[in-house]
């Protein structure tokens, strides 16, 4: 078989890819049969492709704006858009008709672009064609991509070889017309994943940094010839240049607008803790536990945290292939290979924590954009890139040979990385009938008759809190109505993440809303309450439609005789699904009203606690229920939470109040609510 001739190149080229996309993501996710991810992160990447949708048929009032966490401004700007994978998307949501199936394919379409992009790259790179074929099977099917598979916002890597490939030639050839079409790629990359864009960025800047420090130190092998080169170039021809420069940066402007408006109104910024502990280490590129052939092994290695984030063990045949092109002979490819090699050794050591406290990344993790990435182990997805070129060099070697041995031999490498990159499992998919079903319940909630202005807001159902707020999120966009429900990667302020069906997160989310717009007022707070539809919620009052209940911030600890003053009065309980409900009364015998907020650090809870029937108790006063609201002077705070109901057994529940780090009520005197569960639960 001649491996220079066209079509047995193509057909290899389409063979390979067909073998690895069926026996990897169509096997993993059983055709149409399963969902890409978990009824979480793989659902908002849904929403945000079924909202520009939405938004292109009308049914949507913006694409920045966003019909969630209403009505907070910018809500693009907490999480992804991916409005340059969305051609995709848009084309099979029309054609199907269907928002799940639409997105499936989306989510498979990824690895023909990823693939096909690598193969172009690595030849623009002087790869030969099976040299090339290798690379792609690395970059678009690795193990570490079966592992970001929950992440389907990842998917689409097709700018990073291109944008890598172009800048390279840029750089080795010094014509301008490489890096326009480098930054091209780049700047689409940027509206296909801000996490991707702002990777790929971090490794051109590296690149440039190691051909500067390499041009000074051989200036034979490392010309910079941008200069002479651009002598030639005609007036007219640099006008062009300018126009598509002044239309790029006018691109990434566009797309960055959201993200710059919500870190100025609402201050994001990851604490570099959070960063940190998310920071790859040595042991994280030894990671693969989904592999089917390494995974028993690998799992062998404890104490990594955020483990499922930290899969970034790119294949023992990769690793070799990468060892070996170390000793290969390079020849055209030489400077290529010290400029790629030397890119991705700095990438991997400046993202690396060593220990327990030392990370270059903490330098470089306060300039713009960097501060706000937290699950910096994602960067493998980019790294895989230069990680296919290394690879492909050896191939290359092995394959101009050409003698019988090295053709088996290449013949091994090949279906080696086939196979190994395909014997892995993914983390979660669900079954697109879970999907559905979850979104038929959720509409089955809705009142008849919901005025054209009206604001939705959907108790949550004791499931995982972000799971319910989605299907809320997710049956106001399909019927055009903005709700105070939300889920993305930050939240306004005032929101609480797990309220349950206690309708006093209502009136809490319209003053905090209101706060952050300096409207808090009577007049505005009634006309926002008034178009706010409760569904499922329990307690609530008819008064806070035009009143606001009363929320202040003591600034000292009450005194042993104030908090003496408080009692519980009824308890009313409900079962909920697989919880129980319970709304109980909290008296304030006193003169001075009680606080449901704490400047000084000691906020007022509720605790409670199980008892078996001989009145022993069988656990810790573990769970704290903030007040949130005032507690009137004089007056009653209707309080409600909920408890488990897998965890009651017969016998008693036992109710308890504490000053946060001062004391607990029962301890000065208050005598805890108990109440027999065989009561609550009738």
């Not at 055209?332 to 030397?342: D, E, G, H, P, V």
């Not at 499992?425 to 009206?454: C, G, H, M």
Request: aromatic content about 16%; some cysteine.
């Amino acid at each position: 078989m001649n491996l220079n001739n066209k079509k047995v190149t193509t057909f290899i080229l389409w063979g390979i890819f067909f073998l690895a996309f069926i026996m990897g993501p169509i096997r993993q996710h059983h055709g149409l049969e399963l969902m890409p991810g978990d009824f979480g992160d793989a659902r908002l990447n849904n929403y945000f492709l079924e909202n520009i949708y939405q938004y292109l048929i009308g049914n949507s009032h913006s694409l920045i704006h966003l019909n969630f966490f209403s009505y907070f401004p910018y809500v693009l700007g907490f999480s992804d858009n991916l409005f340059g994978a969305s051609p995709i998307y848009l084309f099979f949501r029309a054609v199907t008709g269907e928002s799940d199936t639409a997105f499936q394919i989306w989510f498979y379409f990824s690895y023909v672009a990823n693939y096909f992009a690598a193969y172009w790259a690595l030849r623009l790179l002087g790869l030969s064609p099976i040299a090339a074929i290798c690379g792609s099977i690395i970059f678009a099917f690795a193990l570490p991509v079966s592992a970001q598979t929950l992440h389907a916002q990842l998917g689409y890597r097709f700018s990073v070889p291109l944008t890598i490939a172009y800048f390279y030639l840029f750089l080795e050839r010094g014509n301008i017309y490489y890096l326009l079409y480098s930054a091209a790629w780049l700047v689409w990359g940027f509206y296909c994943s801000i996490y991707i864009g702002v990777f790929n960025a971090i490794f051109l800047a590296l690149m440039l940094l190691a051909f500067l420090v390499l041009s000074l130190c051989n200036k034979r092998i490392f010309q910079m010839t941008w200069y002479q080169q651009s002598i030639n170039i005609t007036r007219r021809v640099w006008i062009s240049y300018g126009l598509a420069i002044i239309f790029m940066v006018a691109a990434m402007a566009i797309l960055m607008y959201p993200y710059i408006m919500a870190s100025i109104l609402y201050g994001f910024k990851r604490h570099y803790s959070e960063i940190y502990s998310m920071l790859p280490s040595m042991q994280s590129y030894a990671l693969a536990d989904l592999s089917l052939i390494w995974g028993p092994y690998l799992a062998l290695l404890k104490g990594i945290p955020i483990r499922h984030e930290q899969q970034l063990f790119i294949g023992i045949i990769p690793a070799l292939l990468l060892i070996a092109s170390l000793f290969v002979k390079k020849s055209k490819l030489k400077a290529t290979y010290i400029i790629i090699f030397s890119s991705l050794i700095i990438t991997a050591l400046i993202t690396l924590k060593f220990g327990q406290q030392f990370s270059l990344w903490e330098y470089i993790s306060t300039l713009p954009l960097l501060s706000s990435l937290r699950a910096m182990g994602r960067i493998i997805l980019v790294l895989l890139f230069p990680v296919a070129f290394l690879c492909a060099v050896t191939v290359q070697s092995v394959e101009r040979r050409s003698n019988k041995t090295s053709k088996l031999f290449l013949c091994f490498i090949v279906m080696g990385l086939l196979i190994e990159s395909v014997a892995c499992n993914i983390y979660v998919a669900f079954p697109k009938s879970e999907w559905r079903a979850r979104l038929t319940s959720e509409q089955l909630r809705l009142p008849k008759d919901i005025p054209s202005n009206a604001v939705l807001f959907f108790s949550q159902r004791a499931q995982a809190p972000h799971i319910d707020e989605l299907d809320a999120m997710w049956v106001s966009m399909l019927h055009s109505r903005p709700t105070l429900n939300g889920y993305s990667g930050n939240f306004p302020p005032g929101y609480r993440f797990n309220f349950g069906s206690n309708c006093l997160e209502l009136p809490l989310r319209v003053i905090a809303y209101l706060n952050f717009t300096q409207q808090l007022n009577g007049k505005k707070y009634s006309e926002l309450m008034h178009r706010v539809i409760p569904i499922g919620f329990e307690n609530c009052q008819n008064d806070w439609l035009s009143s606001e209940p009363k929320i202040t911030s003591s600034i000292k600890p009450y005194s042993v005789q104030e908090f003496k003053e408080l009692a519980f009065g009824n308890i009313k309980s409900r079962q909920m699904n697989n919880r129980l409900l319970l709304t109980v009364d909290i008296k304030n015998n006193g003169t001075i009203p009680i606080s449901g907020f704490s400047t000084s650090g000691h906020p007022i809870s509720l605790s409670y606690r199980l008892l078996d029937k001989a009145g022993i108790p069988m656990s810790g006063w573990d769970p704290r229920y903030p007040l949130l609201a005032d507690i009137p002077a004089k007056g009653v705070l209707h309080f409600q939470f909920d408890i488990p109901m897998v965890t009651l057994d017969p016998g008693f529940l036992e109710i308890s109040l504490v000053q946060e780090g001062i004391f607990w009520g029962h301890d000065i005197g208050i005598t805890p609510e108990k109440v027999a569960l065989t009561s609550l639960l009738k």
